[in-house]
């Protein structure tokens, strides 16, 4: 399990912005501009691809199932993903591993309450889905090139 750092949202719009201050903090990037968002849509995949290139991070993109999640993350890589949540709106987490079959992510907003690490209750449920783009996946690995 990867040792996150406890970041919290600044807004209800902005868990891409935190998603990527935890994937940068966890690297050691203090500098990096994190991914443009807005209120109304919040932050594409793009754009989040786009910040962690642009922070010197490498980038997979794509879906990935539970085998993936688990790959990356044991070789130190957290893994963005975009999950949709029971009202069908899309929320940007970040895995840190897999436990006795349920997918660990971080996910620290008021909005969400104080839950730092939490999990999917099944780890077939980590199959991430996300509303921008049919043809684009909603997970990002990052590592430092």
């Not at 600044?10 to 201050?21: L, P, V, Y």
């Not at 993936?68 to 709106?89: I, K, Q, S, Y």
């Not at 449920?125 to 783009?133: C, I, L, Q, V």
């Amino acid at each position: 399990m990867l040792d996150l750092p406890a970041l919290y949202q600044k807004s209800g719009h902005d868990c891409g912005q935190t998603a990527a201050r935890v994937v940068y903090r966890y690297h050691g990037l203090r500098k990096a501009d994190p991914p443009k968002g807005s209120e109304l849509d919040g932050t594409h995949p793009a754009e989040m691809e786009r910040a962690f290139r642009n922070a010197g991070l490498h980038v997979q993109s794509g879906e990935m199932v539970p085998a993936d999640l688990r790959h990356h993350t044991r070789l130190g890589r957290p893994v963005v993903c975009l999950v949709t949540e029971a009202d069908g709106v899309g929320h940007w987490v970040v895995v840190g591993g897999l436990v006795r079959g349920r997918v660990r992510f971080h996910c620290r907003s008021e909005e969400h309450g104080d839950h730092g690490r939490r999990s999917l209750p099944r780890i077939h449920r980590a199959d991430p889905r996300h509303d921008h783009e049919p043809d684009h996946g909603g997970d990002l690995a990052s590592d430092v090139q």
